[in-house]
C-alpha cells in the first residue's frame, strides 16, 4: 500500500512536468495545422514522427540501462560513474538523430533540413536528462525545468508564428533553444556539471553490457518500425500532404505518449528495485494495476477527443473524414497503454530480445497490413492496419512477461515460452540435418 502511495505521489508530480509540454504541444500543433498548408504540414508532422524515433533510441541505448543500473547502484560512485557512460552515450546517439533528421527531411522536401535536425537533437538529448535525473530522484528539479522549457518554447514560438508568415523553419530552430534553455535549467538546478568523457574506463563500463544493448537497439529499430510504419508508408507512398489528415487527428492523442513516458520514467526504477530483491509478485501486481488504469484512461480520453474532432476546421485535413481517424486512432493508442507494464516488466528482467522479436512481429503485420490497406482504400484506412500491429505487440508482450515471472516464481517447474519451444526445435532440426 505504501508502494502504492509513494507511486501515485510521484506520478501526480511528473505528470505536471508532462502536462505542461504535451499542452505546448498540443497548442503549437494545433497554431500550425491553421496556419500551414497540407505539405508543410505534412513536413511538420514527419519531423515530430522523427523526434518520437529519437526518443526511443535515446531510450533503449541510453536511458533505460541508465534507468535500471543507477536504481540498481547502491553507492553514489556507482550512479555517477554510469550517468558519465550513458551520458556520453547519449549525446552521440543525439548527434546521430539530429544528423539522421536532416537528412531524412531534405529528401522529403524540406529545402532546410538542419533546423529540424538541431530540434531533433536537442529533444532527445533533454529527455535522456530527464530520465536521469528521474532515476536520481530529483522529480521536483524535472518538473521546474519543464516549467522552463514550456514558458521558454511558448514565448518563442509565438513570436515566430507572430513574426513569420512562413514559420515552419523558425519554428524548428524555436524549438531547438527551448529544449538547450531547459536542459540549462536542469544543470543549474542541480548544481551539476555536465561530464562526458571518452576515456577507456567509459567505454569500457558502457560496452561491457554490450549484449543487452545490441539488444535494446535492435529493439528499438524495430519499435520504431512498428510504430512509426504508418507515416513511413503514408509519407513516403502518398507524400506529406496525404499524410496531414491522418497526423492533424493522431496529434491529439500524443498526450497519450507523453503521459505514458512520464509512467515508464516514475515506475522503471521502482520497480527495478522490487525485481533485484526477487519481490516478483509485487511487481506483476503492479502491472497489472497499472495497466487497467492506463487502458481506461486513454479509452477515456479517446472517447473525449471524438466529441473535439468535429470542430476542428483547416486546410491540412483536406475534407477527409475525421471521425473515422479518431476511431481507427483510439484502435491504435489503447493497446499502446495496455502494453507498457508487461513492457517494463521485460526490460527490467533485461528480456531485451524478446522486446525486440515481439516488436518486430508487430512491425511485419503492421508492415504488411498497411501496405494492402493503401493499395486498396483511402490513406485513413491504412490505420487499421497500424491498429493491429498495435494488439499483435499487446497480445505477445503480456504472454511472454506472464511467462517469465511465472518461471521465477516456480524455479522447479520452468516451462518453454512459445518462443522458446520454437527455437528448441530449430536447434534439435538443424543438429539431426547435420
Known amino acids: 500500500m505504501t508502494f502504492s502511495i509513494h507511486l501515485v505521489r510521484r506520478l501526480v508530480l511528473m505528470i505536471g512536468g508532462e502536462a505542461m509540454q504535451s499542452g505546448f504541444h498540443f497548442a503549437l500543433n494545433i497554431a500550425l495545422l491553421h496556419m500551414l498548408s ?17 526518443l526511443s533510441y535515446i531510450r533503449s541505448l541510453t536511458a533505460v540501462p541508465a534507468s535500471i543500473w543507477m536504481g540498481k547502484s547502491t553507492n553514489r560512485a556507482g550512479v555517477d560513474a554510469y550517468d558519465v557512460a550513458f551520458g556520453t552515450a547519449a549525446l552521440v546517439v543525439a548527434l546521430l538523430m539530429a544528423v539522421g533528421t536532416a537528412i531524412v527531411m531534405r529528401l522529403l522536401g524540406d529545402s532546410n533540413g538542419i533546423a529540424a535536425g538541431c530540434f531533433v537533437g536537442a529533444w532527445s538529448l533533454r529527455s535522456y536528462m530527464r530520465t536521469a ?12 525545468s519543464d516549467a522552463t522549457f514550456t514558458i521558454a518554447g511558448t514565448v518563442m514560438a509565438g513570436l515566430v508564428i507572430w513574426s513569420t ?43 561491457k553490457l554490450r549484449r543487452q544493448l545490441c539488444w535494446s537497439a535492435f529493439s528499438a529499430t524495430t519499435t520504431n518500425i512498428q510504430g512509426q510504419c504508418l507515416a513511413l508508408l503514408v509519407a513516403g507512398i502518398a507524400g506529406p500532404a496525404a499524410y496531414a489528415p491522418l497526423a492533424a487527428v493522431l496529434v491529439l492523442f500524443a498526450p497519450l505518449r507523453i503521459i505514458s513516458l ?21 511487481v506483476w501486481v503492479q502491472a497489472k494495476i497499472w495497466s487497467v488504469v492506463m487502458g481506461l484512461g486513454g479509452l477515456a480520453y479517446g472517447c473525449a477527443i471524438l466529441f473535439v474532432l468535429p470542430m476542428i476546421k483547416s486546410q491540412a485535413l483536406q475534407d477527409a473524414s475525421v471521425w473515422l481517424i479518431g476511431l481507427f486512432a483510439i484502435a491504435n493508442f489503447v493497446p499502446i497503454m495496455l502494453y507498457i507494464m508487461p513492457r517494463i516488466v521485460l526490460e527490467i528482467m ?3 530480445r524478446i522486446v525486440a522479436f515481439t516488436t518486430m512481429g508487430g512491425a511485419v503485420v503492421g508492415l504488411a497490413l498497411i501496405a494492402i490497406l493503401l493499395a486498396i482504400a483511402s490513406p485513413p484506412w491504412s490505420l487499421l492496419g497500424s491498429a493491429f500491429s498495435e494488439i499483435f505487440v499487446l497480445a505477445a508482450s503480456w504472454y511472454f512477461a506472464r511467462h517469465r515471472i511465472w518461471n521465477i516464481e516456480h524455479p522447479d517447474k520452468q516451462r518453454d515460452s512459445l518462443f522458446g519451444s520454437w527455437r528448441r526445435r530449430a536447434v534439435t532440426f538443424a543438429a539431426a540435418k547435420r
Open 133 to 144: 535525473f528521474f532515476a536520481r530522484r530529483q522529480q521536483v528539479i524535472v518538473s521546474i
Open 165 to 207: 508568415q512562413d514559420p515552419l523553419q523558425t519554428v524548428f530552430y524555436a524549438l531547438a533553444a527551448a529544449n538547450v534553455v531547459g536542459i540549462v535549467a536542469l544543470v543549474r538546478l542541480a548544481r551539476r556539471r555536465l561530464r562526458i568523457s571518452f576515456r577507456m574506463p567509459t567505454r569500457r563500463r558502457y560496452t
Open 350 to 352: 533485461g528480456d531485451f
Open 262 to 282: 512520464a509512467f515508464v520514467n516514475m515506475t522503471q526504477p521502482e520497480l527495478a528495485k522490487l525485481m533485484s530483491k526477487n519481490e516478483t509478485g509485487r
Open 38 to 54: 497540407a505539405q508543410g504540414y505534412g513536413l511538420f508532422a514527419i519531423a515530430m514522427v522523427m523526434g518520437g524515433v529519437g
